[in-house]
C-alpha cells in the first residue's frame, strides 16, 4: 500500500492548487481561531472550489462547539474531519462524516487503549506534544513511543520535513505523512518546491519497496 500525504494549514488558493498539482492526497484547512493558518468560512469556500477532482479536504477543529462545526459542513465541502482537542468519540461521530483523531504523544500514553476508545475513527494522527498549542509547531516526537500493530491506520505528524520524511518512513511505516511547518515559507505560506520535495521523498520511498 503506497503512502498516503496530507499537507495542513493552506491559507492561499495558489498553494492548494499547487499542492494538488504535485500529487498531494488531502489538505487541511484550519478551522481553529487561535491558529495563525486558520481559516474563514469564505476564505475555506475559495480554497475548495478552486481545487481538482479526487483530493481530499480536511477540516481542522480543536474543541469547538457542535453548532460551529455543523456551520462549517454547511458551508464548505469537508470530507473528513480532524479533531485536535479533547473531544470524546460520541462527539467526533456525531456528524455524519468520517474522522481522524489527533493524540499528542507524550510519556506513558498508551497508544493501543487509545485506539480501542477511539475505534470509530478512520486513523489516528500522531503529533507532538505542545501545552502551547494544538498542532503546527513544527515539534517531533520520539517515534519509538508508538507501538507496534496498532489497529488503526497512523498517520504520522510533528516535525516533519524533506529531510526526515524517508526516515519516519523506514522506522514507523504509516499510512501516512502529515507536514504543516514543514513545507512552509512563513506560517500559513507554503513553499512550492519544500512540498514537491517532501512528496518526491514519499514516492521514493514508496517505489523503492515496490520495486
Known amino acids: 500500500m503506497r503512502t498516503r500525504v496530507k499537507i495542513c494549514g493552506f491559507t492561499r488558493i495558489e498553494d492548494a492548487k499547487a499542492a494538488a498539482c504535485l500529487g498531494v492526497d488531502a489538505i ?33 477543529f480543536v474543541d469547538e462547539s457542535p453548532q460551529r462545526v455543523v456551520e462549517v ?7 473528513l474531519l480532524q479533531f485536535h482537542g479533547d473531544e470524546s468519540p460520541d462527539f467526533c461521530k456525531a456528524f455524519g462524516k468520517p474522522y481522524i483523531k489527533a493524540i499528542r504523544m507524550k510519556a506513558g500514553i498508551d497508544l493501543l487503549r487509545i485506539a480501542s476508545y477511539y475505534r470509530s475513527s478512520s486513523g489516528l494522527l500522531l503529533d507532538a506534544d505542545d501545552p502551547q498549542a494544538k498542532g503546527g509547531t513544527g515539534k517531533g516526537f520520539d517515534w519509538a513511543m508508538i507501538p507496534l500493530g496498532c489497529p488503526l491506520p497512523v498517520i504520522l505528524a510533528g516535525g516533519l520535513s524533506p529531510s526526515n520524511a524517508r526516515n519516519a518512513l523506514c522506522q514507523v511505516k504509516p499510512y501516512g505523512l502529515d507536514v504543516s511547518s514543514g513545507v512552509e515559507l512563513a506560517k500559513g505560506v507554503k513553499d512550492a518546491d519544500k512540498m514537491a520535495a517532501f512528496i518526491n521523498e514519499v514516492h521514493s520511498f514508496d517505489q523503492s519497496r515496490f520495486n
Open 28 to 60: 487541511g484547512l484550519v478551522f481553529y481561531p487561535s491558529s495563525p493558518r486558520h481559516v474563514d468560512i469564505a476564505k475555506a469556500r475559495s480554497i475548495v472550489e478552486a481545487l481538482p477532482p479526487f483530493v481530499t479536504v480536511v477540516g481542522l
Open 73 to 79: 459542513l454547511q458551508s464548505v465541502r469537508i470530507d
